[in-house]
């Protein structure tokens, strides 16, 4: 039973930052605002809660400077706004709904990191570093889904809260390229990117196993290969990432050597034992991808072919 509960807590922290990281407008959500308002609302209950009862016990609030410093530019950026707005007769709020975007942002972030600690006994960056992986690697498969299954891909959508125009763009690409869920285009190789670049952060983690390294490896490619046939931004993040991987440690480790070895030697033997496979066993799946193969990877064919 109690297996089952830590289970469920957890699988309830993934989803939550699931949808913290990409910010769905599902539509049963009111007001057709993203998941992430939803989260920065429980986050600000909890936060009231906190407060209420430290005032109970303490008698008294502690709030940390920066939080004051960051809250008191916040309200100085608004207040210039509004008054450049009554000044000028205009109707640009975009300076005025940013500090109050990022503020929910920072919000559901408060709430992520209290179920995370509820669920966690010791929170560590490594923690939070898994949790984001295995959300961008849940992405990029469901987007891999919504690509070779219409039933999958319309019932996806069917949950979203979006305009015609962003349908019209979403119906114009799904066939040439892999469109996520809640996550499009440039800011889905942003992500994508990013996950990368924490994978190599965690292959220079001492005293990984050689079972972990393969997952991480796994998990990059996974995200390599899925993520440049939703976006091509993501070759930003696999070079950063193979960039931070070959820089040399201020003090030699051959520990460190040899888990960079195993990375890059998985990055080599992995796909060819998946290409082979896909070839043999499933030829059906590879010519469903091409296009969006030829989509993700366009410079590199042109590069080879002129």
Not at 120 to 141: D, F, G, H, P, S
Not at 147 to 166: H, K
Not at 235 to 263: C, D, H, M, Q, S
Request: glycine share 4%; hydrophobic share 60%; with cysteine.
């Amino acid at each position: 039973m109690l297996l089952l509960k830590n289970t469920v807590s957890k699988f309830f922290v993934l989803i939550c930052l699931f949808f913290y990281l990409y910010s769905v407008p599902l539509s049963f959500i009111p007001l057709h605002v993203g998941s992430r308002v939803v989260l920065a609302v429980a986050g600000f209950f909890i936060l009231i809660f906190h407060l209420a009862k430290q005032a109970g016990i303490r008698k008294d609030i502690l709030i940390k400077k920066d939080i004051l410093i960051y809250a008191g530019i916040f309200a100085l950026l608004i207040f210039f706004s509004l008054t450049a707005i009554f000044l000028n007769g205009t109707k640009d709020l975009e300076f005025v709904t940013y500090p109050v975007s990022l503020s929910l942002i920072l919000l559901a972030a408060y709430f992520i990191h209290f179920i995370v600690k509820k669920t966690n006994r010791i929170v560590t960056y490594e923690t939070i570093m898994n949790l984001i992986v295995t959300a961008v690697l849940i992405q990029v498969l469901l987007a891999l889904f919504s690509f070779l299954s219409p039933a999958v891909s319309n019932f996806l959508l069917s949950i979203q809260s979006i305009n015609e125009l962003e349908a019209s763009k979403i119906q114009e690409t799904m066939t040439l390229r892999l469109v996520g869920f809640g996550s499009t285009f440039f800011g889905a190789g942003l992500i994508n990117g990013f996950a990368l670049m924490i994978i190599a952060v965690l292959v220079k983690k001492p005293g990984i196993s050689y079972y972990r390294i393969f997952l991480l490896s796994l998990a990059f490619l996974i995200i390599f290969v899925l993520g440049m046939m939703m976006a091509r931004t993501t070759i930003i993040g696999f070079v950063l990432a193979i960039v931070y991987l070959l820089i040399p440690t201020l003090y030699f480790k051959l520990e460190a050597v040899k888990n960079k070895w195993r990375f890059f030697s998985n990055l080599i033997f992995i796909p060819l034992f998946s290409i082979l496979l896909l070839l043999f066993f499933f030829p059906s799946l590879m010519n469903n991808l091409i296009v969006a193969v030829n989509f993700g990877f366009e410079m590199f064919i042109n590069y080879y072919e002129e």
